[in-house]
T-cell receptor, first 112, second 113 residues
């Protein structure tokens, strides 16, 4: 059983719309959750981290965490063509090493 | 401030050879982790080092080894290369060992022929 699961997509949204990306994880003791953006051929770039249940907003991005449902999501408001990338959900399944478990990523395309 | 740096950028090797990849963390960061990312997949954890000690190891064969130096830079070594080792190798650094946000370097693209 995979520890972190994401819809692989592709997900297409028109420019200006809200993009919703979802992620579920299997280990209930997971403590920290991250969203990374990865452009083709590049390395992952941190967008958001979230540690507590609820919403966390940063500019056009909102991360939502529900530990009871083992679910974390990322909303991108006013999507721009430059948001087109693969979005990786990562979970730190503690305790112990600071190793992240990643999903396979969701490819997002924002259509101008 | 400089981010995580990795060298080389690209590398081509043949089966059975050995490779060494290098990483310098963000200034002040003492923890370095290595990940392997094959095409179409998310990164997979290989090793974490903190203060020159191994803090974690992923599900990789003994052909993979790593170390961290007093200046917190790190090397990843892979022996007896296989075709399946072709991947993007990512180094990530963090301030603290766990839990802490990890910042990735640009990666080393390894191709094994």
């Amino acid at each position: 059983q995979k520890e972190v699961e994401q819809n692989s997509g592709p997900l297409s949204v028109p420019e200006g719309a809200i993009a919703s990306l979802n992620c579920t994880y299997s280990d209930r003791v997971s403590q920290s959750f991250f969203w990374y953006r990865q452009y083709s051929g590049k390395s992952p770039e941190l967008i958001m981290s979230i540690y507590s249940n609820g919403d966390k907003e940063d500019g056009r991005f909102t991360a939502q965490l529900n530990k009871a449902s083992q679910y974390v999501s990322l909303l991108i408001r006013d999507s721009q063509p430059s948001d087109s990338a693969t979005y990786l959900c990562a979970v730190n399944i503690g305790p112990g090493a600071n190793n992240l478990f990643f999903g396979t990523g969701t490819r997002l395309t924002v259509i101008p | 401030d400089a981010g995580v740096t990795q060298s080389p950028t690209h590398l081509i090797k043949t089966r059975g050879q050995h490779v060494t990849l290098r990483c310098s963390p963000i200034s002040g960061h003492k923890s370095v982790s290595w990940y392997q990312q094959v095409l179409g997949q998310g990164p997979q954890f290989i090793f974490q080092y903190y203060e020159k000690e191994e803090r974690g190891r992923g599900n990789f064969p003994d052909r993979f080894s790593a170390r961290q130096f007093p200046n917190y830079s790190s090397e990843l070594n892979v022996n007896a290369l296989l075709l399946g080792d072709s991947a993007l190798y990512l180094c990530a650094s963090s301030l603290r060992p766990n839990p802490d946000t990890q910042y990735f370097g640009p990666g080393t693209r390894l191709t094994v022929l």
